[in-house]
């Protein structure tokens, strides 16, 4: 049973939607199916046809609620405000145990009077129709581990170590969903590092970054379906570097089942941190 509803427009505002006014909740579709479509071509042997792909379409998420009159004007206009027409958001679906997230555009609010209560219809369209989790999951690779703790004590002889190198550069995601993920990774340099490289050892597949790296250097490489860049902080200052991905390598994805990374570079593969951030998808809740 869903406990609720809440929508976050682009500035922050979020009205919630549940079962007790002063928005309640009476339905919401478009949430707990997903609409697909399978393109076919005819056989050439005029008996059925022949699969040719498949795509996801849009979700159009449409939410149906009551209100009570009192302070109706008020109420009103703080859903206007809420859902502008075209504003992207986030919509958070709460049920049982469960919490997930998707974003959306508002395509329209509309109202219908009565006596007692108004009612409200709101449509939302999302253009990627997967829900996903509250929270990105992050892995380390080669990540810096802090070695010290309160009270601290400092030996004469040997001083003290603030950290160490955990030098494991393998990292296993289990992606138990039918659908492609796509991540975000990012590669730290503090020393010289030249072209860093993320690979999908059970699969092959490559993602190598032509691009020498110097201490401090950060480059963060997103490769979601809709969002697929490449972006080099440097002195403060971001550079998309879309064209320094080696030819032959790929935007990496997160693949159905057991996906084993390594993190490596061409040299200086001590001195890289990598990490790689996130999000399991959901075709419906």
């Known amino acids: 049973m869903i406990k609720k509803v809440v929508c976050q427009n682009s500035r922050g505002n979020q009205v919630t939607f549940s079962y007790e006014f002063p928005y309640f909740l009476e339905s919401i579709e478009g949430a707990t199916e997903v609409d697909g479509k399978v393109n076919t071509i005819t056989s050439a042997y005029g008996v059925g046809s022949k699969y040719v792909s498949s795509s996801i379409s849009e979700r159009n998420i449409v939410i149906t609620g009551s209100v009570k009159r009192d302070n109706i004007t008020e109420k009103r206009q703080n859903l206007y405000k809420i859902f502008p027409k075209k504003d992207k958001g986030t919509l958070f679906y709460y049920e049982e145990d469960k919490a997930y997230k998707i974003e959306y555009y508002v395509e329209s609010i509309e109202f219908a009077k009565s006596k007692v209560v108004d009612k409200f219809v709101i449509s939302l369209i999302c ?29 004469e002889e040997t001083g003290i170590e603030f950290g160490y190198k955990n030098v494991n550069s393998l990292v296993t995601i289990e992606n138990d969903t039918n659908i492609e993920i796509g991540m975000k990774i990012v590669f730290t340099a503090s020393d010289d590092v030249e072209n860093p490289k993320l690979v999908n050892i059970t699969t092959q597949e490559e993602l190598e970054i032509e691009k020498s790296m110097t201490a401090g250097d950060v480059i963060t490489v997103t490769t979601y379906i809709n969002n697929k860049n490449i972006i080099l902080t440097s002195n403060g200052e971001d550079i998309n570097i879309n064209n320094y991905l ?4 790929k935007f990496l994805q997160i693949h159905t089942g057991s996906n084993t990374f390594k993190a490596t570079a061409k040299t200086g593969e001590n001195a890289l941190v990598t990490e790689i951030y996130y999000l399991i998808n959901y075709e419906a809740v």
Do not use: A, C, H, R
């Open 246 to 249: 080696k030819f032959g390598t």
């Open 127 to 155: 253009p990627s129709p997967y829900f996903t989790d509250l929270e990105e999951s992050q892995v380390q690779m080669s990540n810096w581990i802090p070695s010290f703790e309160f009270p601290l004590e400092i030996p």
